[in-house]
């Protein structure tokens, strides 16, 4: 007996993210913020770094909708620029890690003989607390946006291939692997066509909260002084500069910490649905 | 054709366990313990035994998807563990499997012609001709060419263990190992697989190794049955012998433990004990331990198969001596 | 006087599709010291049937929809958690078929037979483990006082059922529920569980409900049976009476497709089709889209439980 509407599980699965609440809400706030790093350059025209030293401290008004900072410089301006370097960022830092991480991953879980020495490797670098990690590293590389991207990759890399290498470990064994080899199916053949795509689901959660925590990396470091230079705005280091100013003109500093805080919140939540729907152990089984 | 179709000499498989840093040698697990045994062209061999007695591994090894420790598995003639990648993947042809689970047999993410094409594509079938094919061999396991389009997840049981068997239809092979085919399912559909297997066996001049832990579901199927207890055939005989005359303790036990729908009287004899561990079998008979009808020779020496009638093999002591 | 009474019990659970019952108007009556035997596949509701007597079904999203069960004479359904808690175990307790899962993995058996003790009677740590060796012992473990701290991993399939059988028993429950006890284990093993499952109930003169799919462990140990399909009663009778004349299209289906080792067939007769979906079942009788015997009149309304032999009742309008 079939069901009435027989559908691809993965147009099953875009259905029901489209029902959960968690998902959509963090999907919307996402967006936004998605929206504004795309269209920066239409919607904040004119040189986030032009100095205007007469327009300095204005605070939030129709003209300048977020107000200007200590240099006169329309935060809006500032906060949307940073908004794309922010998202930019994220999508590096994961594609970083949905290639590097998958290939080690699948490698180490499906090559016993390579799963070891991957494996000490990622336990050497998983041994360094992500943020103190990343902290050296633009240290020696010097501060900017790449180097910052870079840090990122390597510190979170071997955990995202752990992800996918229990994944791998658990569908080697299922039965239609076996029945793969039964038919004379080679070991790429049985990755590319068997377990990889059944594996992706718990890698697909922990890249969107990888997304996040990249964003509030790249915050944290730049904060820090050791991401983009100024003047280049990141919301770290805008936030950074108005340390200072917090009693004068708390906007500087609150703007960018509330942007970064729903840009967190929303992915965060978007990850939660996607856990939720992709679970296995919710999956289609009678 | 000459010769049996399969012919199997001393198949051993030992797993290691526990090996540590050092490679301390740890407990040695003997899956399969020197297994001979043939199987013609056309018939079905059944084979019965309980938990650890090696069954599932053994019809892993006869394709290679776990590698034999020891022995040779000649099929037509030629020994398959000898075969490199190349000519493993062409025997892969003519030598099948269906699995017990149909729900964890079926990758969830493809479409059933994917899962029963996929076969023909490895083996390089043209891939116009491949949907041909796949739909042809969909209607010989009773399901609809349309089926094709659907995914796993929207069959039952009995459903989706025909798609299993259509995979392993799909390139026409001569043998296939059943696993198991039918002890996940419904009685009720069990019924109609056990039947769909025996007509594609007609049809296709299929020859089967039915493995299975249900006595009646083996005798009914099956031309000839061997037993097996902790790694080793214990009795091996056409299945009306086996069943009329088992003359291996083991064998005795585990008739006299199938609840029967017409009892005679509530009490039989009931074989006492547990299973002992695959890791540390028994000295001497294996099936010592539980034997009633234990003597000193069982706990020292292994019984050696006999022919205690021309084509009823036993290992036991009390068979060999009179 | 009956030790279990069911009357019209119907179990629904809330779906995405609405509410889909999954037993409906389920009736029998248990006598004290005797053994019912429920028999039916998968989606038949027996275990279900069994959970809601015992109030282990999650509420949401099951629901008793209808229907009264009666335990000694008093009302189970509508019972609060702490009534049915103190009957768990001591009047009436259930085991249940994955002695795998059944056993807490980090508790001593040991442990896990006192808890039952703990929960029903004040006695001192010292009579608990007394009664924890002697159980054991009951239901076969050699040397039980050294196997009091030994871990569930450490036995094998049939010791845990033993095991299993003992927490259920220490407490001398008046009425034991068995769901499939003896699926999971070795042929020669469910031999010995079913075996110790019978000399207990003399002992201990329970009645037992046996749960299973298994005609031949039906034949062995009921008294009475139920035979179960899509949720509904189709067929009860003494054990004997539904071997030798089954009234209903399905048990005869059921006895027909199952080989045993005494027949000698070619090929066996399978029932067509599968079971319908719960939420979408056909009106009228259940069974009529595989019965060999289903005219047009069958399809109308489901077909009521009628005498068709001496306590023998089936659900099917083309049986005399």
Redesign the interface.
């Known amino acids: 007996m079939t069901s009435a509407e027989p559908t691809a599980p993965g147009t099953q699965l875009l259905g029901r993210l489209l029902r959960h609440r968690q998902f959509v809400t963090g999907a919307a706030l996402f967006s936004i913020v998605l929206l504004a790093a795309i269209l920066a350059p239409v919607i904040a025209p004119g040189d986030p770094t032009r100095i205007a030293m007469r327009l300095k401290f204005l605070p939030p008004s129709r003209d300048h909708l977020f107000g200007t900072d200590n240099f006169g410089r329309s935060l809006w301006s500032r906060v949307i620029w940073g908004a794309q370097l922010s998202v930019m960022t994220g999508l590096a830092v994961v594609a970083l890690n949905a290639v590097f991480g998958t290939l080690f991953g699948a490698l180490a879980g499906y090559f016993k003989r390579l799963d070891n020495v991957l494996m000490r490797i990622s336990d050497a670098l998983m041994a360094f607390p992500a943020i103190l990690l990343a902290i050296g590293i633009t240290a020696v590389l010097g501060p900017s946006t790449s180097d910052v991207i870079l840090a990122l990759a390597v510190v979170y890399v071997p955990r995202t291939a752990r992800i996918v290498r229990s994944s791998v470990i658990v569908i080697r064994e299922m039965e239609y692997v076996q029945a793969a080899r039964a038919c004379g199916a080679g070991d790429w053949r049985i990755l590319r066509r068997h377990i990889l795509p059944n594996s992706m689901a718990p890698l697909i959660v922990q890249l969107s909260f990888l997304f996040a925590y990249s964003v509030l990396t790249e915050a944290t470091l730049s904060f820090l002084g050791l991401g983009a230079v100024p003047p280049t705005p990141t919301w770290g280091n805008i936030m950074a500069e108005g340390r200072q100013y917090m009693v004068q003109a708390p906007w500087i500093i609150a703007i960018p910490g509330v942007a970064l805080m729903l840009t967190v919140l929303g992915l965060n939540l978007l990850g939660d649905g996607l856990r939720d729907v992709l679970d296995p152990r919710l999956r289609i089984q009678p | 054709m000459t010769g049996p179709l399969l012919e199997v000499r001393d198949l051993e498989k030992h797993f290691v366990i526990g090996e540590g840093w050092l490679q301390r040698q740890a407990a040695r697990l003997r899956a399969v313990d020197g297994v001979s045994f043939a199987i013609g062209a056309g018939e079905t061999l059944g084979l019965v035994g309980?938990?650890g007695c090696g069954k599932s591994t053994l019809g892993?090894l006869l394709?290679r998807?776990i590698e034999p420790s020891g022995g040779t598995i000649r099929f037509e003639g030629v020994d398959v563990t000898t075969l490199d990648?190349a000519g493993?993947?062409?025997q892969?042809?003519a030598m099948?499997?269906i699995?017990?689970?149909p729900?964890?047999?079926?990758?969830?993410?493809?479409?059933v012609g994917d899962?029963v094409g996929?076969?023909l594509a490895?083996?390089a079938v043209p891939r116009a001709e491949i949907p041909r094919r796949v739909a042809e061999t969909l209607e010989l396991v009773g399901l609809a060419r349309g089926?094709a389009?659907?995914?796993p997840?929207?069959?039952?049981?009995?459903?989706r263990q025909r798609i299993?068997i259509a995979?392993a239809l799909?390139?026409r092979p001569r043998f296939i190992v059943c696993d198991e085919p039918v002890s996940a399912l419904?009685?009720?559909?069990?019924?109609?697989i056990?039947?769909l297997l025996?007509d594609l066996q007609a049809e296709l001049r299929l020859t089967y190794l039915f493995i299975a832990?249900d006595?009646?579901?083996v005798?009914?199927i099956s031309d000839r049955v061997a037993v097996m207890y902790l790694g080793q055939i214990v009795e091996i005989a056409d299945k009306r012998t086996i069943?009329a005359r088992p003359l291996h303790p083991y064998t005795q036990?585990?008739?006299?433990?199938?609840?029967?729908?017409?009892?005679r009287g509530?009490?039989?004899e009931?074989?006492?004990g547990?299973?002992p561990s695959a890791l540390h079998p028994p000295a001497g008979c294996r099936f010592h331990t539980r034997c009633p009808y234990v003597m000193d020779v069982c706990r020292e020496q292994p019984p050696r198969m006999v022919a205690a009638t021309p084509g009823h093999e036993v290992a036991c002591h009390l068979v060999a001596g009179s | 006087m009956t030790l279990l009474e069911v009357r019209g019990l119907t179990t629904a659970f809330a779906t995405g599709s609405g509410d889909v019952s999954a037993i409906e108007e389920v009736g029998f009556t248990v006598a004290p010291g005797e053994v019912l035997g429920i028999v039916g596949e998968s989606g038949s509701g027996k275990s279900v049937t069994a959970l809601t007597i015992m109030g282990l079904l999650p509420r949401p999203p099951a629901r008793v929809a209808a229907g009264s069960v009666r335990f000694e004479g008093s009302e189970l359904i509508g019972l609060s958690e702490a009534r049915m808690r103190a009957l768990r175990g001591r009047g009436i307790a259930m085991v249940f078929q994955e002695p795998m899962t059944s056993l807490n993995p980090v508790l001593s058996i040991g442990e896990q037979v006192m808890e039952t003790v703990r929960a029903h009677e004040r006695t001192t740590r010292a009579g608990q483990r007394d009664r924890a060796i002697e159980m054991l012992g009951r239901v076969g473990i050699a040397t039980p006082e050294r196997r009091l701290d030994d871990f569930p991993h450490q036995l094998s399939g049939g010791m845990r059922q033993r095991v299993m059988l003992a927490i259920a028993l220490i407490c001398r429950p008046r009425l034991l529920i068995a769901d499939e006890p003896t699926t999971a284990l070795d042929v020669t093993i469910q031999a010995q569980i079913l075996d110790l499952l019978l000399d207990l109930r003399a002992e201990l003169g329970m009645a037992v409900i046996i749960i299973t799919h298994n005609m031949g462990v039906i034949a062995e140990t009921a008294d009475r049976v139920l035979v179960m399909y899509a949720g509904r009663i189709v067929e009860q009778a003494p054990v004997g009476a539904l071997f030798a004349y089954p009234a209903h299209p399905y048990t005869r289906g059921l006895l027909e497709c199952v080989p045993t080792l005494e027949t000698e067939l070619d090929r066996l007769v399978a029932i067509p089709g599968v079971l319908p979906d719960p939420a979408r079942r056909p009106p009228g009788c259940r069974y009529a889209p595989r019965c060999p015997l289903a005219i047009e009149a069958c399809t109308r309304a489901i077909p009521p439980l009628h005498r068709v032999g001496a306590e023998h009742d089936a659900a099917c309008i083309r049986t005399p």
Do not use: W
């Open positions: 309980e938990s892993r394709l998807l990648r493993l993947r062409r892969r042809r099948q499997i699995f017990q689970d729900y964890g047999a079926l990758d969830p993410r493809m479409s899962i996929e076969p490895i083996h089926h389009g659907r995914y997840h929207e069959f039952s049981g009995g459903q299993g995979r799909a390139l419904d009685v009720s559909v069990q019924a109609q056990v039947n025996q832990h006595l009646a579901v005798k009914h069943y036990a585990l008739i006299a433990a199938v609840p029967s729908t017409r009892p509530r009490r039989r009931r074989l006492a547990e299973i």
